[in-house]
């Protein structure tokens, strides 16, 4: 799989303890993307899935984590690393939750085989970021156009009504670098 990033927890980029993972790569290239240096397929890294369940592991063992957020780039253009990685994480860490961000549309995730994959995503958030619909009031989300689909009652149920957005940011610091997660500036709403 071709990685961006990995933050091994945080608690902004979904609900709870996170594990981060964005891939490398995206084809989508919406215009005023937050993650532009995620859009080179040539740029990150290589990594074998055994690896990232590794990270995983330690990270559940470490900080407790209680979900595993993928966003990019493009996850789907990854298709069959990400089929693979979404699989075996559900395979070996069946209490953590999966959130999934794709640029695609809904119905063109459905329209094709790889929608087989949601049958593991706990929440899927889809649809391209549209810079004018943005921002929009909900938390985790970047415009007004893109939606949810749940696949987890348990979680369906705690979120409903969504989280209103609540500007928080971390900032991580690495031997890889400096990241900074959730919403580094507050906008005028």
Known sequence: MRVHNIISCSEVEG???RFV????GCSIKCPGCFNTAAQDENAGTDMRVGEILAQIRAARSDFSITGITI???EPFDQYESLEAFISCSKLFFPELNIMLYTGYNLGKILGSNKSRILEFVD???HGPYEKDKSPD???WIGSTN???RFNNLELEKAL???PVRDFKSEIVISENGIAICGEAVK???
């Open 21 to 24: 993972i964005w891939t490398q």
């Open 71 to 73: 966003a990019g780039g």
């Open 160 to 162: 409903t009504p969504w």
């Open 187 to 189: 906008l005028d709403l």
């Open 15 to 17: 609900p709870g303890k």
């Open 137 to 139: 009031t909900r938390r």
């Open 123 to 125: 929440i899927l958030i």
């Open 146 to 148: 893109q939606g949810v």
